[in-house]
């Protein structure tokens, strides 16, 4: 079946701007969490959508949000981006909440270059 | 709150040597643990996990991971490596509660050479 897949897979955006990242999560899932990766942090937890609702948020500022659609896709925005928020943001969706320990599936991430 | 700490952060080993890569987790109540690998410009593939039950956790490629209660650890092995094992690797850490994070350690990057 098919996998997690992310969209853009790259995007090139100015410092200000705003940028919407999507998911789609594998069939029949329900849980989808977003993770940004970067060189110096490593990977951190941004949100986790389970049934349109979020679950729990990571520590990042207001200007990251996300939502989750009746059919389990997400998207994620960042507003007025930053230089800082450069950064490879993973995807990730499982059949039930992160704690129910069901296994997590990864997409290969959206590459956000901010210039 | 959880944290999850990757002792090193490169190893570097010779095809067909042992690896162990050590990974070490915080939490105060029980925890689901988890290893994924990561291979240039890709995502993250799970090699294995631990809910409960047997402490050693048999995963994808030949690895397989040891969970210790006692030390709080989680510690990655693998008998006879390959230079195809070449990859970022990722401890990661969730628990039971409703609305819990996965938290991820810092990464180990494990460079296999002929």
């Known amino acids: 079946k098919a996998g997690v897949t992310q969209t853009p897979r790259y995007l090139i955006k100015t410092r200000g701007q705003q940028v919407t990242l999507s998911c789609s999560p594998i069939?029949?899932?329900?849980?989808v969490s977003w993770y940004q990766q970067t060189p110096g942090q490593g990977l951190q937890f941004l949100f986790e959508?389970?049934?349109?609702?979020?679950?729990n948020k990571g520590n990042f500022p207001g200007r990251f949000s996300g939502r989750q659609f009746s059919n389990s896709r997400s998207e994620m925005n960042v507003s007025t981006l930053e230089l800082g928020d450069s950064a490879l943001y993973l995807c990730?969706?499982?059949?039930?909440?992160?704690?129910?320990?069901?296994?997590?599936?990864f997409g290969e991430g959206s590459w956000l270059t901010v210039v | 709150a959880q944290s999850v700490t990757q002792l090193d952060s490169q190893v570097p080993v010779f095809e067909e040597a042992p690896v162990e890569l050590r990974c070490n987790y915080s939490s105060s109540v029980s925890v689901y643990l988890f290893w994924y690998v990561q291979y240039p410009n890709q995502g993250l593939q799970l090699l294995l996990k631990y809910l409960s039950g047997s402490t050693l956790v048999k995963g994808i490629n030949g690895f397989e991971a040891e969970f210790n209660k006692s030390q709080t650890s989680f510690h990655l092995r693998k008998p006879s490596v390959h230079i195809s094992d070449t990859a970022e690797y990722f401890c990661a850490v969730t628990d039971t509660r409703a609305g819990t994070a996965l938290i991820f350690g810092k990464g180990t990057t494990l460079s296999v050479s002929s």
């Open positions: 959508y389970f049934s349109e609702t979020q679950r």
């Open positions: 990730a969706s499982s059949l039930t909440s992160l704690d129910s320990g069901n296994t997590i599936y």
């Open positions: 069939s029949g899932h329900r849980s």
